[in-house]
Nanobody
C-alpha cells in the first residue's frame, strides 16, 4: 500500500494549486480516498473525500466552492484542485485511504497515509 502526494508549493492569496495523490497496492476496488491538512500547532483536519472509482464526495465547510476532489482511476490518481486560496489554507496536506466507500472525513477513519506535501499561501 502506497500513497504519494505531489503538487504542493507556495502561492499568493487568491491563487490556485492542484495536489495529486498516487494510490497503489490496494486489492479492494471500494476505497475512500481523502485529503487532510495540518497547520503548525493545530490538529489534522479533513478537507475532502471521494469514493475512488465511484460516486460521492464530501467537503469541509470552509473549502466548499473553492476546492474540488476528483479521481483518474485509469492512472490511480486522486487530485485536489484548490482555487481562491487563503492564508488559512496553509499547511501540510496529506492523502489518506481506507476501504470501504463513504468513510467519514475524520483522521481516525483512515489507516493509510502519505508523507504529505506542503502548501503555503501568503
Amino acid at each position: 500500500v502506497q500513497l504519494v502526494e505531489s503538487g504542493g508549493g507556495s502561492v499568493q492569496t487568491g491563487g490556485s494549486l492542484t495536489l495529486s495523490c498516487s494510490v497503489s497496492g490496494y486489492s479492494r476496488p471500494d476505497l475512500s480516498v481523502a485529503w487532510f491538512r495540518q497547520a503548525p500547532g493545530k490538529e489534522r483536519e479533513g478537507v475532502a473525500r471521494l469514493n475512488f472509482g465511484g460516486s460521492g464526495r464530501i467537503f469541509a465547510d470552509d473549502v466548499k466552492g473553492r476546492f474540488y476532489i476528483t479521481d483518474k482511476r485509469e492512472r490511480n490518481v486522486v487530485d485536489l484542485q484548490m482555487r481562491g486560496l487563503k492564508p488559512t489554507d496553509t499547511g501540510l496536506y496529506y492523502c489518506a485511504a481506507a476501504p470501504p466507500w463513504n468513510r467519514p472525513l475524520s483522521p481516525s477513519e483512515f489507516a493509510d497515509w502519505g508523507q504529505g506535501t506542503q502548501v503555503t499561501v501568503s
